[in-house]
């Protein structure tokens, strides 16, 4: 059985990546050995890494769009949850059956999630609502500046 998991880094303490396609690296196990994959090595959008998932089984993943879930589920790859941890921790959760295998519709649920969320941040009503949570805390206020007043020298 082979295992992706996108990682920040190239060591099993690097955490999970949440950015599935774009992540830093990405590490395989096969249950005995750990291969790691540099992606994107020159900071560049035209240098992603192809990932050939004919020769995996699993994709562990933080989040994933539902155009990546489809083209993964072609190769009849599984796709399970992870919240953003250590990147050992995921496959010890993974081997435990601790994770939660993805299906369609949790993704789709989960980008209309997303998609209330960044509504609701940047609608007006949102925006009020942010920063009266915030209001009373600190010197965070509706206007311009800290709020002191006029000073006179």
Do not use: C, W
Request: proline share 3%.
């Amino acid at each position: 059985m082979r295992i992706l998991i996108p990682s920040t880094g190239d060591k099993m303490e690097s955490l999970l990546d949440q950015r599935y396609k774009h992540a830093t690296y990405y590490i395989i196990y096969d249950g005995k050995e750990f291969e790691i994959i540099a992606n994107n090595v020159h900071h560049s959008h035209h240098h992603k890494r192809d990932i050939d998932f004919s020769k995996l089984d699993i994709l562990i993943v933080n989040k994933i769009g539902i155009d990546s879930f489809k083209a993964v589920k072609e190769n009849n790859v599984k796709i399970y949850y992870s919240p953003v941890k250590p990147v050992g921790n995921v496959l010890t959760a993974f081997k435990s059956g601790n994770l939660k295998e993805l299906t369609e519709k949790d993704v789709i649920e989960s980008a209309h999630k997303s998609l209330e969320t960044s509504k609701e941040k940047t609608s007006f009503a949102g925006k009020i609502k942010n920063r009266l949570k915030h209001f009373g805390k600190s010197r965070i206020g509706f206007g311009r500046g800290p709020g002191l007043g006029k000073r006179h020298h």
